[in-house]
């Protein structure tokens, strides 16, 4: 299984970016995708979470601004991201709980994207 994350790049404050990630190899199911980055010298965070019934979890810097989504069919979850700010700056790695059986689940990353925000 493979989690493969496109769409950042450099973007001036108050831009948009949407990031895509789409899983694939075997797959029985997937339960929660998300979220999370990480700048520099910082944890990794979380970003946004979205539940396979389409319930969503936003960190509260991001409320407002960013929207997390995810099409079933592709097995991709994306992020519009809105008024970037320069603390945005990160990179962005999604994250996929992955079922390759019933009873078998498993987290996987994607490889990171990074986002600039920056005049």
């Known amino acids: 299984v493979q989690l493969q994350a496109s769409g950042g790049g450099l973007v001036q404050p108050g831009g948009s970016l949407r990031l895509s990630c789409a899983a694939s190899g075997t797959i029985f199911s997937i339960d929660a995708m998300g979220w999370y980055r990480q700048a520099p010298g910082k944890q990794r965070e979380l970003v946004a979470t979205?539940?396979?019934?389409?319930?969503?979890t936003y960190a509260d810097s991001v409320k407002g601004r960013f929207t997390i989504s995810r099409d079933t069919a592709k097995n991709t979850v994306y992020l519009q991201m809105n008024s970037l700010k320069p603390e945005d700056t990160a990179v962005y790695y999604c994250?996929?709980?992955?079922?390759?059986?019933?009873?078998?689940?498993?987290?996987?990353w994607g490889q990171g994207t990074q986002v600039t925000v920056s005049s």
């Open positions: 994250n996929a709980r992955i079922r390759a059986s019933l009873i078998i689940a498993k987290d996987y």
């Open positions: 979205i539940t396979t019934g389409g319930t969503t």
